[in-house]
């Protein structure tokens, strides 16, 4: 694949940061999973971390944007969260419903004491960072 450039905003920095020291740990894995997902899909040139809701967000020109957070009201699970008016919720729990615990149509729940199911979550993470250009596939090309 290409070369991905990132480009960060303060703000993203900011905000992970922020997080409890043993939050921080599994946002920065994530954030490292996010980055590795996006370098590995053809067309992805441009990975942008930044805002959104008051979330770290990685935008990129041909997918929907993917938040993650954790929250202090559910201290035991930090979760990935997608627009929920797209079809990526519905499709990871048709493909991958023994892996995941999903909230709703908008997230993907991962446990703070338990390893993260890598691959399953990188494919979720290239769909939505590609969607635009898988939407139409069954799967999502999944």
Known sequence: MGK?????????ENRIQDYPSEI?????GLRTLVVEAASE????????????WGEPS?????????RMDW?????????????????????????????????GNRAILLPIDAALPTEELKA?????LNYH???HLPTLGL
Request: with cysteine; hydrophobic share 35%; net charge positive.
């Open 124 to 128: 979720c993470i290239q769909a939505t």
């Open 24 to 28: 921080k740990e599994k946002m920065q």
């Open 71 to 103: 929250k202090p009201k559910t201290p035991n699970q930090y979760a990935l969260y997608f627009q929920c008016t797209s079809k990526l919720v519905h499709t990871f729990r048709l493909v991958f419903a023994n892996d995941f615990a999903f909230e």
């Open 58 to 66: 990685f935008v990129t020109k041909q997918g929907s944007t993917l």
């Open 133 to 135: 250009k898988v939407k």
């Open 41 to 52: 899909v053809e067309g992805i040139t441009h990975l942008e971390e930044t805002l959104k």
């Open 4 to 12: 991905l450039k990132v480009t960060t905003h303060p703000d993203f």
